[in-house]
């Protein structure tokens, strides 16, 4: 069956560093994959989105990549804030959406 | 614009009861997803309909259903509710070729 696996429950990053969050899957050749953000008590925010012919993809302070070779996505953030601390998730999918567990990201001041 | 909406914010249930859960879509968006979360884990995917049509099912049993009506909205109903329910139910709904979803509040239903 398909499976996502985020590379930990917890990090804690210095601010003003970049934060750097794994995503690996198996059993899946996905066209896209997508990252998202959610704090504490409220539904996930859509981030990003990069497709399978797209090495990299940025926005703001994001940086995601794809290696599907790897099966594999990284996410980035780049010159880290406090704000920026919420669990941050990787999902997969067409009609049928598959989320992984999600990174906790501790941004400390 | 108005986001997605849900109601209500929270629902407290006895075992066997059964929950109906409602969803509203951001304007102009013709496909809505039901997820469940619980406490530590990513969204588990329940159920998408796409112009009132089921076009996806979770790994949930049959006490789960949902519909979709004329104006886009939908529903989640659960059915002899178990202490297992409680969770945190979302809805998404989506425009984009790429299925973005775009995530309400949630409903935070505890099965007593």
């Known amino acids: 069956s398909q499976k996502i696996e985020q590379n930990s429950e917890a990090l804690n990053i210095q601010e003003g560093k970049t934060a750097t969050l794994t995503c690996n899957y198996t059993?899946?050749?996905?066209?896209?994959l997508q990252w998202y953000r959610q704090d504490p008590g409220r539904g996930p925010v859509f981030l990003l989105l990069?497709?399978?012919?797209?090495k990299e993809k940025r926005k703001e302070r994001l940086k995601v990549t794809f290696d599907t070779t790897l099966k594999q996505s990284l996410f980035h953030i780049t010159a880290s804030q406090p704000a920026d601390s919420a669990t941050y998730l990787c999902?997969?999918?067409?009609?049928?959406?598959?989320f992984g567990k999600g990174t906790r990201l501790h941004i400390l001041p | 614009d108005a986001g997605v909406t849900q109601s209500p914010t929270h629902l407290i249930k006895t075992r066997g009861q059964q929950v109906t859960l409602r969803c509203s879509p951001i304007?102009?968006?013709?496909?809505v997803s039901w997820y469940q979360q619980v406490l530590g884990q990513g969204p588990q995917f329940i159920f998408q309909?796409?112009?009132?049509?089921?076009?996806g099912r979770g790994n949930f049993p049959d006490r789960f259903s949902a519909r979709q009506f004329p104006n886009y909205s939908s529903e989640l109903n659960v059915n002899a509710l178990l202490l297992g329910d409680s969770a945190l139910y979302l809805c998404?709904?989506?425009?984009?070729?790429?299925?973005?979803?775009?995530f309400g509040p949630g409903t935070r239903l505890t099965v007593l």
């Open positions: 990069i497709r399978e012919n797209e």
């Open positions: 999902a997969l999918g067409d009609d049928k959406i598959i």
């Open positions: 309909y796409y112009e009132k049509e089921e076009r």
């Open positions: 059993n899946y050749s996905p066209a896209y």
């Open positions: 998404a709904s989506s425009g984009g070729f790429y299925n973005e979803q775009f």
């Open positions: 304007s102009g968006h013709k496909s």
